[in-house]
């Protein structure tokens, strides 16, 4: 079973509306990061969670870490199609200080305009 | 632009070729790791270097061999592939402790034929 679980693993949307992806971990979190993917190209980095109830917010994209469920959610307000893409967590499994960063299968958007 | 910088960005070799990925920052880091994404499957992490030394072998096959010969860069050496290894290999960077993100390159795209 995966390490990382999103959800949904698609989703197509008209532009305008708001959108939620989730992101649950079945092991402890040290820190969850989300990413963003254009297909066929590296990952750009969006938000850094560390620490349980953290929320951060760029421009429409919200991401929020409920750490005692092990859980994280991207909020995308007023979809435009640039925001479409693949969206991945990735999550560093390991205390130590080469404690490896795991990704979730990804979540890919499509906005219509 | 990241600071990731992966040569070359597209690759098509023969099953009994040898070739290797090269993968370069100058961001200062210490970590550097190679993934591979394949077509429907989450990113998988293939190997990780902290300070240089190989931390994080994924049991990956030995065909494909692993290079940092200092903090800056990151080879990738690939022989006697075969085709389901074709992929994209997307290099990435970040310092060796928790709660940094990690920089990717644009990718590889690969295709053993």
């Known amino acids: 079973s995966q390490e990382l679980e999103q959800s949904p693993q698609s989703l197509i949307v008209q532009e305008g509306k708001n959108l939620t992806i989730n992101c649950t971990s079945s092991k402890t979190l040290y820190g969850l990061y989300w990413y963003k993917q254009k297909y066929g190209e590296g990952l750009i980095f969006l938000m850094m969670l560390q620490k349980g109830g953290e929320e951060k917010s760029h421009e429409k994209i919200t991401a929020k870490l409920d750490e005692k469920k092990q859980q994280s959610s991207l909020h995308i307000t007023a979809s435009q199609p640039s925001h479409a893409g693949i969206y991945l967590c990735g999550a560093l499994h390991g205390s130590s200080n080469t404690g490896k960063l795991i990704f979730g299968q990804g979540t890919t958007l499509q906005v219509k305009p | 632009e990241t600071g990731v910088t992966q040569t070359p960005r597209h690759l098509v070799m023969g099953m009994t070729n040898k070739k290797s990925l090269k993968c370069e920052q100058h961001?200062?880091?210490?970590?550097m790791y190679w993934y591979k994404q394949s077509a429907k499957k989450p990113l998988e992490l293939m190997f990780v270097y902290s300070l240089e030394e190989r931390v994080e072998n994924n049991s990956v096959p030995s065909r494909f061999s692993p290079e940092c010969p200092n903090s800056s860069h990151l080879f990738l050496h690939l022989h006697t592939l075969q085709p389901e290894d074709s992929a994209l290999y997307l290099c990435?960077?970040?310092?060796?402790?928790?709660?940094?993100?990690?920089?990717f390159g644009q990718g590889t795209r690969l295709t053993v034929v």
């Open positions: 990435a960077s970040s310092q060796a402790r928790q709660g940094t993100e990690a920089f």
């Open positions: 961001l200062g880091h210490n970590a």
